[in-house]
């Protein structure tokens, strides 16, 4: 399995920006599919996004559409949230995860197998 850490999340005003960052480790970063996976207090992880191993396609939940940006860096073994217009909705723990299983974007986070800690995101005023 491959290494992942998170980070860059904090505490935003609504409205504001952030860029979450994962850096993989322990295995090829470029067969990996990737996703970011959110978790709210009290509620059950949602996806968010996921990108191609190539980083030429990428997949949004309904809710993450048109604020939410997955992109990937495989020289640098890193992927990144872009998220914009922060509502005090998107407050969660936000989680990078990695499949191998194939190209298919996955939208259930069960068919990820690793993980990494997770960054919190609170959007407070």
């Known amino acids: 399995q491959v290494q992942l850490v998170e980070s860059g999340g904090g505490l935003v005003q609504p409205g504001g920006s952030l860029r979450l960052s994962c850096a993989a480790s322990g295995r090829t970063f470029a067969n990996y599919v990737m996703a970011w996976v959110r978790q709210a207090p009290g509620k059950e992880r949602e996806f968010v996004a996921a990108?191609?191993?190539?980083?030429?396609?990428?997949k949004y939940a309904e809710s993450a559409k048109g604020r939410f940006s997955i992109s990937r860096d495989n020289a640098r073994n890193t992927v990144f949230l872009q998220i914009d217009s922060l509502k005090p909705e998107d407050t969660a723990d936000y989680y990078c995860?990695?499949?191998?299983?194939?190209?298919?974007?996955?939208?259930?986070?069960?068919?990820?197998?690793?993980w990494g800690q997770g960054t919190q995101v609170t959007v407070s005023s």
């Open positions: 990108v191609s191993r190539k980083g030429t396609s990428t």
């Open positions: 995860a990695a499949h191998s299983r194939g190209t298919l974007l996955r939208q259930n986070p069960s068919d990820y197998d690793s």
